[in-house]
């Protein structure tokens, strides 16, 4: 049987699970069952077993579900009230106000956390109900939210660039020097976005209360020095070395809690409340990474990505076009596995074929990560709209509409790369 019909056979399973309502995990783990069934000499039952429990047990993914109750904590103090309040005062005058919250928040906690469901799910809990009970749009909010919520994997530290710096066996040091200004840069793209769509839709962005001097601005502050000093703690153990990344989640924690109680906001029904809320969540993203994991092992043994890269690598194309087709490649394959997996799974096809076309490595590990990116909010495995659709019970298909604007900035990014290589260069060069 031919790879377009496999392929064909298991997006048509993918979709008709997910349309008769079952859970996404779990249509995950179904449609890799199938395929290795199906198409694989290897016992499907085993393989999801030893699969799902060896993703499950992951020692580094113990960092998601702490930050992710780090954000359940903060929503529900006082410390994302003030984080809007020492924000605001600088925003307000923009187009768009309080909606660059979104993309400034992503950009400061993806410097903390290194995972872009981390960084969507924490930053969703506070700006998600402060937007939404000041009146502005429910579309632009999620959006913005969604897109920018895909720096975690740009800002370093970045697991992502961990792994493409193994693969490839370049520095990871430098990777993480690298995307520092692309970093930077995707989010001035976005907060643009958000200025250029305020100025054509004037009515839909509320006014703000009134306008401050800048004594008034720095006076408010004030309130950004527990959010400061918590971002400062996580970032500084994890620099220093004092901290690994999942040690530094827990130092988030105990930080949050710490400065909760100070506040005066932390009591036993706000910490179980808490913790229930960020064990859901974190489940619900569980489950999905672990049908991801089997659905990437039973891509494996079928060989639809070895097979596709090995197709584009046989095309014989010129560097920019060989870049483009990559892109392309790996927007398609980020619509059925996650980000890691498709790294692990292509990078030794696709690597002599990069090298040859006399492609800087390091400029690579950036492209990859922004490509990468899209597959965060590329439908139906898109894990950023996963973790929206789970907080705001809103459709997929709904979130991925309104996330689309931000998907083709990424695409304007791709290209601004390639013709401007010296963004992802620069630094690493002066190192």
């Given at each position: 049987?031919?790879?377009?019909?496999?392929?064909?056979?298991?997006?048509?399973?993918l979709f008709a699970l997910l349309g008769s309502g079952v859970w996404i995990g779990l249509t995950l783990t179904g449609v890799a069952w199938i395929g290795m069934q199906m198409f694989s000499a290897r016992p499907a039952g085993d393989a999801m077993a030893v699969t799902i429990w060896g993703s499950s047990s992951s020692w580094t993914l113990t960092a998601l579900p702490l930050f992710i109750w780090m954000g359940e904590i903060l929503f529900r103090t006082k410390l994302s009230e003030s984080m809007f309040?020492?924000?605001?005062?600088?925003?307000?005058?923009l187009p768009g106000r309080l909606l660059h919250t979104n993309v400034i928040g992503c950009a400061i906690f993806a410097a903390v956390s290194g995972s872009s469901a981390a960084t969507c799910a924490t930053i969703g809990k506070m700006t998600l109900p402060e937007l939404g009970s000041r009146g502005y749009p429910r579309d632009i909010t999620i959006g913005s939210l969604a897109g920018a919520g895909t720096l975690g994997l740009l800002i370093p530290p970045s697991i992502i660039m961990i792994v493409y710096g193994?693969?490839?066996?370049?520095?990871?040091?430098?990777?993480?020097?690298?995307?520092?200004?692309?970093?930077?840069?995707?989010?001035?793209?976005?907060?643009?976005?958000?200025?250029?769509?305020?100025?054509?839709?004037?009515?839909?962005?509320?006014?703000?209360?009134?306008?401050?001097?800048?004594?008034?601005?720095?006076?408010?502050?004030?309130?950004?020095?527990?959010?400061?000093?918590?971002?400062?703690?996580?970032?500084?153990?994890?620099?220093?070395?004092?901290?690994?990344?999942?040690?530094?989640?827990?130092?988030?924690?105990?930080?949050?809690?710490?400065?909760?109680?100070?506040?005066?906001?932390?009591?036993?029904?706000?910490?179980?409340?808490?913790?229930?809320?960020?064990?859901?969540?974190?489940?619900?993203?569980?489950?999905?990474?672990?049908?991801?994991?089997?659905?990437?092992?039973?891509?494996?043994?079928?060989?639809?990505?070895?097979?596709?890269?090995?197709?584009?690598?046989?095309?014989?194309?010129?560097?920019?076009?060989?870049?483009?087709?990559?892109?392309?490649?790996?927007?398609?394959?980020?619509?059925?596995?996650?980000?890691?997996?498709?790294?692990?799974?292509?990078?030794?096809?696709?690597?002599?074929?990069?090298?040859?076309?006399?492609?800087?490595?390091?400029?690579?590990?950036?492209?990859?990560?922004i490509v990468v990116e899209m597959a965060q909010i590329t439908p139906p495995v898109g894990f950023n709209l996963f973790v929206l659709q789970g907080m705001t019970k809103r459709d997929i298909a709904y979130i991925a509409r309104v996330t689309l604007p931000f998907f083709f900035l990424m695409c304007a990014m791709v290209l601004l790369l390639w013709f401007v290589p010296q963004i992802a260069t620069w630094m690493p060069g002066h190192m």
């Open positions: 049987m031919s790879d377009f019909t496999i392929t064909s056979l298991l997006i048509v399973s309040r020492g924000l605001a005062p600088w925003v307000n005058w193994v693969s490839a066996d370049v520095s990871i040091a430098k990777l993480f020097i690298a995307g520092i200004i692309p970093g930077i840069l995707l989010a001035a793209l976005f907060s643009g976005y958000l200025v250029v769509w305020a100025l054509m839709h004037p009515g839909q962005i509320p006014q703000p209360d009134h306008r401050m001097s800048l004594v008034e601005k720095l006076h408010e502050s004030r309130h950004l020095i527990p959010v400061v000093l918590l971002i400062a703690a996580v970032l500084g153990s994890i620099y220093t070395g004092f901290a690994t990344a999942t040690e530094a989640a827990a130092v988030g924690v105990v930080g949050s809690l710490l400065l909760s109680g100070v506040q005066g906001s932390l009591s036993w029904d706000t910490f179980k409340t808490a913790l229930l809320g960020a064990t859901r969540l974190y489940c619900m993203i569980a489950l999905i990474l672990a049908g991801a994991a089997f659905l990437t092992l039973a891509m494996g043994y079928i060989g639809l990505p070895r097979h596709l890269a090995e197709f584009i690598g046989g095309m014989k194309l010129s560097p920019f076009m060989l870049i483009i087709a990559l892109a392309i490649f790996y927007i398609i394959l980020g619509c059925f596995l996650d980000g890691i997996s498709m790294v692990v799974l292509t990078m030794g096809v696709i690597l002599p074929t990069v090298q040859a076309a006399g492609i800087d490595l390091i400029w690579f590990g950036i492209f990859i990560v």
